[in-house]
């Protein structure tokens, strides 16, 4: 089945660094990926979407130049996280669709996360 | 735009019993897909089940069940035969029709099943 793979699982990094989570689908091609942030116990909130070979499309209120996104090929989007501080610690996800068109029959595949905490 | 309320923030059952998580919408569409995803532990979105809304039939996968009400906007989610495998958050989603369209989650309810 249709796989997303996303790097690093957790990262710890020290205030006012940048760091880079990678969401990769590793056997299909996916034009649009999508970021979300999850806060202990609660629902999945959107952040963007990202569309390769374009600019992202953020949600209200999500930061553009604090949460870079770069969708440079059809199979990897990147998610950056610049200058983090500590209300920046979440944990992370992407999702994919596997058959472009067939969101609404085969949803979307999730990533397994990266938990990023900076201190 | 359209919300998804899911009002049972948190349920308990035996294991072997049939549990019901309630889920709510609202649209101004016609025509969407719903759908419920499973978020075990390890925290891995899983597709449970999934709906279309010009569908009457309500879907069913093996244990999985939904009733689909689309003039109460209601879309709950029937678990048969819980097992404790079946322990996980559940998150109940829209999504509009028309390409990579994006979802649109409920606030989600911790299943907990008991030995």
């Known amino acids: 089945g249709a796989v997303v793979s996303q790097h690093p699982s957790w990262v710890i990094c020290k205030s006012g660094t940048s760091v880079k989570i990678e969401c990769r689908s590793l056997d299909f091609q996916a034009t649009t990926m999508f970021w979300y942030r999850q806060f202990p116990k609660q629902s999945l909130m959107l952040m963007a979407t990202?569309?390769?070979?374009?600019?992202?499309?953020?949600e209200q209120g999500v930061e553009k130049d604090k949460f870079l996104i770069n969708h440079a090929s059809l199979t990897l989007s990147t998610l950056t996280v610049t200058s983090a501080h500590p209300e920046d610690s979440s944990f992370y996800i992407c999702?994919?669709?596997?058959?472009?068109?067939?969101?609404?029959?085969?949803?979307?595949?999730f990533g397994s996360g990266t938990r990023l905490t900076v201190v | 735009a359209q919300t998804v309320t899911q009002s049972q923030p948190e349920m308990s059952v035996q294991e072997a019993e049939t549990v019901t998580l309630s889920c709510t919408y609202d649209?101004?569409?016609?025509?969407?897909?719903l759908f419920w995803y499973k978020q075990p532990p390890s925290r891995q979105m899983i597709l449970v089940i999934r709906q279309e809304a010009y569908k009457q039939q309500n879907a069913t996968e093996n244990r999985f069940s939904v009733n689909f009400q689309k003039a109460a906007k209601s879309f709950s989610l029937k678990i048969s035969d819980s097992q404790l495998g079946d322990t996980a958050m559940y998150f109940c989603a829209f999504m509009k029709t028309g390409g990579a369209q994006k979802l649109v989650f409920g606030q989600g309810t911790r299943l907990t099943i008991n030995p």
């Open positions: 990202s569309n390769e070979g374009s600019k992202a499309t953020y």
């Open positions: 649209t101004s569409e016609s025509n969407y897909y």
């Open positions: 999702s994919a669709s596997p058959v472009p068109g067939g969101e609404g029959y085969y949803g979307y595949t």
